[in-house]
C-alpha cells in the first residue's frame, strides 16, 4: 500500500474501503458461480414454474440416451443384487400358471394420503394420481412452512388435470382433508360454477376467480352436485408450501417403467414397436433413432404404456395406497405402492420427528409360464421449489456453479455427498452416468427443501442400480440455468424371474424442511453446508436460537446477537473511536507536515510516521474491528441463506408483505408497474428484483452517517478525493446490498447505531484535549519556547510595578 501514511489518517476510511472491497469480491464471486453464463444449452422455458412446457425429461450426461439398452454387467454385481432380500423364487416349479386376463380401460383418478391440517398426525398432504402410479405434488401442513410467493386465499387443489375444462364450471376431481375446499363440504364428483357469483369455467378460470382474495377471507362457491345447485361457504386459507409439485410438460414424479424385458433394452423394444407400425409411426418418431421421452415408445410393451398409461387403484386410505399394472402378453404384474409417516402421538409438537416421508415399494411379479429377464427404470421427484430465485443464493462443496435444485448424490464408501450443479445439468455438461455402485441416497436438493430418496437395503454394501445418473426435465432458461427443474434417473440391474418369482425393492422417500436435527434422523444431515464460514454460521445461529426462544422473534433475535457482539468488541471499537479522535486532533499538524513536504513523499511519510509514534497511535489499528466484524457478517449472511428456521421468519408480522421473510428482501412495494424490465427482473448487476426495498437504502445511510462522524476532515486534496470516492463506494454498495436478507440488514443498521452511540457517548472531549495538548507541546517547539518566555517576561515586569507602586505609597 504505497500511501500508507495517507490512508492511516483515514482511519475509519480505511474500514470501509476493505469491507467494501470484500463485500464486493465476495458477491462477484458467488454471483459469477450461481449465473455463469454459458453459450451453450437449448433456449426457452419458464423462469418460474408457471407456464408448462411441450418437453419431456431429457437424460444430462453426454452419454446414449437413458433408454437406450442396458449393457452387460458384471457377474458379481448381479450375484448382489439376487439376494433373496430382492428376489423371490418359486419353492417349486409351477407345471401350470393361470392364464392372465385383460386389464380393462381404466379412467383417469386421483388419490391422497394424510392431511393438510396441522392438528392431524401427518405432516404432509400427499397427492398421487393412477397415470403412471405417479407422485403428483406433496404439500408441507406445517405453518412454518407456506407458500412465501403465492399470496392469495388458498381453496386447495381440487383438479388433477388442470387440461380438463368443463364450460358449465370447475370440475372436482380431488379434494384434500385439511383445505378449506373439505372444511367447507366440496366433494369428488362437484362442479364449481361460481365464486361469489364470479361464473367459472376451469382451472384456470377458477384461479383468476380466486386470484385477488386474502388469506382468512371469506367466499361463497356456487356447487352442482349430482343436478342440485348449492351454496357453500369457505373461508379460504394461507397456501402450504409444496415440496414437490406439477411443473413443466411431464410434471409427474416417481414415474416407473420396465427398462429391459428378456435381454432387450427399450430401444429394441421401440425399434421392433416402430417396425410393427409401420412408417408414419417411425417418422412421427423420428428418425434419428435418438429415443426421448415425448415420443409415444412406451407402448413398447405390446400396448402397455406404464408411464403415462393409467394404473388400476388396487387400494387406498388415508396413510396407504396400492396400484398395479398387468402386461399379459408378457405375463408380468407391477405393484407400487406408497405408505405415508404417521406422528406418534407424543411426537407431535416436535418438529424435527421423522414423519417427512413416504415408503415406496416396487414389486414386479412373474405369472406366466416362463422365465423372464427384467430391469426397471424409477425416475425421482421434481418440481421442487425456487423461491425466490431473483434475490437466493447456494453454495456448494466444490468450486462450480450450483443452483436452486441440484442433484444430490452420495454412494456407500463416500464421506460427503456429491453435489451435481443444477447450471451443469442444463448445459449437459456433467460427465458419465454412476455404473454398478451402492446407492445410499439419490435427491434433488434446494435451497431449504429436499426430496431424497433412499434404498431400503439389508446389506448397505448391496448393488442395486447398474446406472445413475441426473435428469433435466423439460427446457432451459439460458439466463436462469440455475432453476432449471431436475430430477435423476435410476436403471437397476437385470434380474431373471422365474415363473412364480418376483422382484421387490423398497424405498424411503424424504420430502421435508432442510432442518439439521431432521435430517440427522434420516441420515442426511450433509445436506446442510454452511461453506467455508460454517465454523462462524453455527455458533451464531445456536446464538440467534436461543435469543429466540426468550424473544419468540427473530427480528429481535437479530438485535440481540447484534448487541452481544459489539458488546464483546467494545474494548477494540473504543480504542478504535478514540483512536479516531486522536487523529482528528492531530490534523492541524499532518496538514503542516504535508505542506512542509510537499513534493517529497519519502521525508513527509517519515515525518508523519514520527508523529504518530510520538502519540502512541498506529493508523491501522482499526482494521483489527473490521476482520473481527467481517466473518461474522458472512456466517450471518450464509445462516441467513442456509437455516430454513428463518424463512418465512418475520420482523413484525406475516399478514404484511414487507419484511415477512427475514431471509428475503425486505419487499416494501412492488415497482414492477414502471421500472424497466432489465431492472425487475432480477438478472444481473443492475437487475434489482421486482420490489423496492427500504432496509439496503437505510443501512447506506447509517454508514454515510457513520463516515461522516468517524472520518476526520481531509488534510490535503488527495485525501479528500478519496473521501470522494468513498462516497461514489456507499452508492455502489447500496447495489450490492439491495437484494440482501433483510435480517442482514437489521444486523448492519443495530451495528452502525451502536457505533454512532459509541461515538456520542464516549468522553471524546478529553481525548481531544489531551490531544490537543500533546500536540501544541510538540508543534514548533522554539515558537512555543518563545512565547512562554514573552508570557513570562510580561508576568514579571508587570509583578515588579506593582512592588515599585507599593514601595511609593509607604514612603
Known amino acids: 500500500m504505497e500511501q500508507r501514511g495517507t490512508q492511516g489518517m483515514l482511519g475509519r476510511y480505511a474500514l470501509f474501503v476493505v469491507l467494501s472491497l470484500t463485500i464486493l469480491m465476495i458477491n462477484v464471486f458467488l454471483m459469477s458461480i450461481i449465473n455463469p453464463q454459458k453459450p451453450q444449452g437449448p433456449a426457452a422455458p419458464e423462469a418460474a414454474p408457471a407456464a408448462v412446457a411441450e418437453q419431456q425429461p431429457v437424460p444430462a450426461n453426454g452419454e446414449e440416451p437413458a433408454d437406450a439398452l442396458a449393457e452387460q454387467r458384471p457377474a458379481e454385481a448381479i450375484a448382489a443384487a439376487e439376494e433373496p432380500s430382492a428376489i423371490q423364487q418359486p419353492a417349486a416349479e409351477a407345471a401350470e400358471m393361470p392364464a392372465i386376463p385383460e386389464q380393462p380401460e381404466i379412467p383417469p383418478d386421483w388419490v391422497t394420503l394424510g ?117 357453500l361457504p369457505v373461508t379460504l386459507g394461507r397456501a402450504p408450501l409444496e415440496v414437490v409439485r406439477p411443473e413443466g410438460a411431464d410434471p409427474l414424479s416417481l414415474l416407473f ?91 407431535l409438537d416436535d418438529d424435527s420427528a421423522k414423519a417427512y416421508h413416504l415408503g415406496l415399494d416396487i414389486e414386479i411379479r412373474n405369472l406366466g409360464t416362463q422365465s423372464r429377464k427384467v430391469a426397471y427404470q424409477l425416475d425421482g421427484p421434481t418440481g421442487l421449489p425456487i423461491e425466490g430465485y431473483w434475490y437466493a443464493s447456494k453454495i456448494g462443496r466444490e468450486w462450480g456453479a450450483v443452483g436452486l435444485r441440484d442433484v444430490a448424490v452420495f454412494f456407500s464408501g463416500w464421506k460427503v455427498p456429491k453435489l451435481i450443479p443444477c447450471p451443469d445439468i442444463a448445459a449437459d455438461d456433467v460427465g458419465p452416468a454412476w455404473r454398478d455402485e451402492s446407492l445410499a441416497y439419490i435427491g434433488v436438493d434446494a435451497q431449504y427443501f429436499s426430496a431424497v430418496l433412499m434404498p431400503q437395503k439389508r446389506n448397505p454394501e448391496e448393488i442395486w442400480f447398474a446406472r445413475s445418473q441426473p435428469l433435466r426435465v423439460g427446457p432451459v432458461n439460458v439466463e436462469w440455468k440455475n432453476t432449471t427443474n431436475t430430477s435423476f434417473r435410476l436403471t437397476s440391474l437385470a434380474h431373471d424371474l422365474e415363473p412364480g418369482g418376483s422382484l421387490s425393492h423398497s424405498f424411503t422417500v424424504f420430502a421435508g424442511p432442510k432442518k439439521p436435527k431432521l435430517l440427522d434422523n434420516y441420515g442426511l444431515g450433509e445436506l446442510v453446508y454452511y461453506g467455508w464460514f460454517g465454523w462462524v454460521a453455527k455458533p451464531m445461529l445456536s446464538l440467534l436460537h436461543g435469543f429466540y426462544a426468550v424473544f419468540s422473534n427473530y427480528g429481535l433475535a437479530i438485535i440481540m446477537l447484534t448487541v452481544l457482539v459489539r458488546s464483546a468488541m467494545f474494548p477494540l471499537s473504543k480504542k478504535q473511536a478514540l483512536g479516531a479522535q486522536k487523529m482528528a486532533a492531530l490534523q492541524p499538524e ?222
Open 115 to 231: 392431511s393438510i391440517d396441522p392438528a392431524d398426525p401427518y405432516r404432509m398432504l400427499v397427492t398421487l394420481s393412477n397415470e403412471g402410479a405417479a407422485l403428483v405434488r406433496v404439500e408441507l401442513s406445517s405453518r412454518r412452512y407456506r407458500n412465501q410467493e403465492q399470496r392469495m386465499g388458498y381453496l386447495g387443489h381440487v383438479v388433477g388435470d388442470p387440461m380438463a375444462a368443463d364450460s358449465a364450471g370447475c370440475p372436482v376431481q380431488i379434494v384434500g382433508p385439511g383445505t378449506p375446499a373439505a372444511a367447507a363440504g366440496l366433494k369428488k364428483g362437484d362442479l364449481i360454477a361460481a365464486v361469489d357469483g364470479q361464473k367459472v369455467t376451469g382451472d384456470l378460470s377458477l384461479a383468476r376467480a380466486l386470484r385477488d382474495t386474502e388469506p382468512g377471507q371469506g367466499v361463497e362457491l356456487t356447487v352442482i352436485r349430482q343436478s342440485d345447485e348449492l351454496r
Open 257 to 347: 417403467t420396465l427398462a429391459e424385458l428378456d435381454e432387450k433394452g427399450l430401444e429394441k423394444l421401440v425399434d421392433e414397436f416402430r417396425r410393427k407400425e409401420g412408417d408414419a409411426e417411425q417418422e412421427a418418431a423420428g428418425k434419428d433413432g435418438i429415443v426421448s421421452q415425448d415420443e409415444t415408445i412406451h407402448l413398447e410393451l405390446e400396448g402397455v404404456n406404464l408411464r403415462h398409461g393409467t394404473w388400476e387403484i388396487a387400494s387406498h386410505n388415508q396413510e396407504e395406497a396400492v396400484f398395479r399394472r398387468l402386461l399379459p402378453a408378457c405375463g408380468l404384474e407391477i405393484v407400487k405402492k406408497f405408505r405415508l409417516a404417521r406422528v406418534e402421538p407424543e411426537a
Open 590 to 811: 499532518i496538514k503542516k507536515i504535508h505542506e512542509k513536504y510537499k513534493n517529497d513523499f519519502e521525508a513527509r511519510n517519515k515525518a508523519q510516521q514520527e508523529l504518530f509514534r510520538k502519540h502512541n497511535y498506529n493508523p491501522l489499528s482499526g482494521c483489527l474491528v473490521l476482520f473481527l466484524q467481517l466473518p461474522i457478517f458472512i456466517g450471518l449472511y450464509r445462516g441467513l441463506m442456509v437455516d430454513v428456521e428463518l424463512r418465512q421468519a418475520p420482523l413484525i408480522t406475516e399478514s404484511i408483505r414487507w419484511c415477512s421473510d427475514l431471509s428475503a428482501p425486505d419487499m416494501l412495494f412492488n415497482w414492477s408497474g414502471f421500472m424497466p424490465q432489465f431492472v425487475t427482473e432480477g438478472h444481473g448487476f443492475f437487475g434489482l428484483g421486482p420490489y423496492f426495498n427500504l432496509l439496503p437504502l437505510l443501512t447506506i445511510v447509517f454508514f454515510i452517517v457513520q463516515q461522516k462522524m468517524l472520518m476526520p476532515p481531509p488534510a490535503d486534496e488527495q485525501a479528500a478525493m478519496q473521501q470522494n470516492v468513498m462516497k461514489f463506494m456507499m452508492i455502489f454498495m447500496g447495489i450490492l446490498f439491495f437484494k440482501v436478507a433483510s435480517g442482514l440488514c437489521i444486523y448492519f443498521i443495530a451495528s452502525s447505531l451502536w457505533g454512532l452511540a459509541e461515538r456520542k457517548l464516549l468522553p471524546k472531549h478529553a481525548a481531544a484535549h489531551a490531544g490537543d495538548r500533546e500536540t501544541s507541546q510538540a508543534a514548533s517547539p522554539p515558537a512555543r519556547r518563545d512565547a512562554a518566555a514573552q508570557k513570562r517576561r510580561a508576568e514579571g515586569d508587570g509583578a515588579a510595578g506593582k512592588r515599585r507602586k507599593q514601595s511609593r505609597g509607604r514612603k
